[in-house]
């Protein structure tokens, strides 16, 4: 008589070893508008990391580009599947992962300057200008801030590359490749009050910035830590940033996570 058991026990015990992902979803993602890490047509450094990370583990994603905290906000609010970007531990609904993308600030100026910026004290005397918030974040930089000419920090950080480009200040602090992208921006623009094209310099004088993404549900956490986790084993997403890191060489030089 023909016996099925060992079958079906093989078959069970395959069925247990099979990864367990969460069902495959079209997934909306709230992101910050900062390029180039997220562009206005979703593309873009961090876009390209979630987005390859998210299809190995089977799911398609669509993202809803804001400005950067606002998508914070709405995602509060109950909209979207997930949202990039998140510091480690800030409360936020959903499951957090684990880090997966790392922002690199640091000081930048004119090259023809020959400025040295080892630490925040180089900056003591200097006019200083940086992202809006970037003295509750940069550890130090609050503390620094007196021994500063002048500081100001703004919102619109292609205005912090009129500035320094315009000679109205001596030294930017933000990402560098955030920099970089809006310098290049500029170069597309005619009729300007100054020369856009100067050298600059980028100096990474703080400790990378690690930022995780806040998912609605605990699969779909569990499923872009484990596919994050293949990704960066296998050298794919070392290559997304090494290839993201080249187009902005000129001002980065080897400054930007060692890309």
């Known amino acids: 008589m023909f016996n099925a058991r060992p079958i079906l026990a093989a078959l069970t015990l395959a069925v247990t070893q ?42 398609s994603v669509t993202f809803e580009i804001q400005p950067f905290t606002r998508h914070w906000k709405t995602y509060a609010n109950g909209k979207g599947d997930g949202v990039a970007t998140v510091p480690l531990g800030m409360p936020l609904d959903g499951v957090q992962s684990d880090a997966y993308i790392q922002y690199q600030n640091g000081v930048s100026s004119l090259s023809e300057a020959g400025a040295g910026y080892a630490d ?26 007196p021994s500063f000419k002048s500081y100001k920090e703004i ?45 600059v310099t980028f100096q990474a004088i703080f400790a990378p910035s690690d930022y995780g993404m806040n998912f609605r549900t605990e699969a779909l956490t569990e499923d872009f830590n484990r596919c994050y986790g293949e990704a960066k084993a296998d050298g794919t997403l070392d290559a997304i940033n090494q290839k993201w890191a080249e187009r902005y060489r000129d001002t980065l030089g080897t400054q930007y996570l060692g890309y």
């Open 18 to 59: 099979i990864p367990a992902f969460a069902h495959a979803e079209d997934l909306t993602i709230l992101a910050g508008d900062l390029p180039p890490m997220f562009n206005a047509d979703g593309t873009g450094r961090e876009a390209e990391v979630i987005t390859t990370v998210m299809e190995r583990c089977g799911h």
């Open 155 to 199: 919102a619109d950080q292609i205005g912090q590359s009129r500035m320094i480009f315009g000679h109205r200040v001596d030294a930017v602090i933000g990402d560098g490749m955030i920099f970089a992208e809006y310098n290049r921006q500029l170069r597309e623009q005619a009729d300007l009050m100054f020369d856009p094209n100067q050298d």
């Open 120 to 145: 925040l004290s180089a900056l003591s005397g200097q006019s200083v200008i940086a992202f809006m918030g970037a003295s509750e974040i940069i550890p130090g930089l609050k503390d620094a801030v």
